[in-house]
């Protein structure tokens, strides 16, 4: 059974810093690559960062370069999303997910998603 399971979430201050963790099992993990989106109340979900299979090659949205980093542990099946200078608008509920697909950044090339964790960012 393939699963995904994020953890790390919470409440912070604006300006503050947070570490997600994805655990995988169940998927050859050092074959997928990994990203992680967020969906914000009342809007849809929206793309965070993505790492490719060996973690060598990264994509982030606009929104989060220079404050957010993904990175993998490929011998421990986990994939992280380090957040730091937090803003109120980074508020949303974070999910990972396993794709196939070398380049993969549109959801709909993913086909394994985690449950979510929620992040807070209080002003």
């Known amino acids: 059974q393939v699963q995904l399971v994020e953890s790390g979430g919470g409440l912070v201050q604006a300006g503050g810093s947070l570490r997600l963790s994805c655990v995988a099992s169940?998927?050859?993990?050092?074959?997928?690559?990994m990203g992680w989106f967020r969906q914000a109340p009342g809007k849809g979900r929206e793309f965070v960062a993505t790492i490719r299979r060996t973690g060598g090659s990264t994509d982030y949205a606009d929104s989060v370069k220079g404050r957010f980093t993904v990175s993998r542990d490929n011998a421990k099946n986990t994939v992280y999303l380090q957040m730091n200078s937090l803003k109120p608008e980074d508020t949303a509920v974070y999910y990972c997910?396993?794709?196939?697909?070398?380049?993969?950044?549109?959801?709909?090339?993913?086909?394994?998603w985690g449950q979510g964790t929620q992040v807070t960012v209080s002003s």
């Open positions: 997910a396993a794709s196939n697909v070398f380049r993969a950044s549109r959801q709909y090339e993913y086909s394994t």
């Open positions: 169940g998927l050859f993990f050092s074959s997928y690559t």
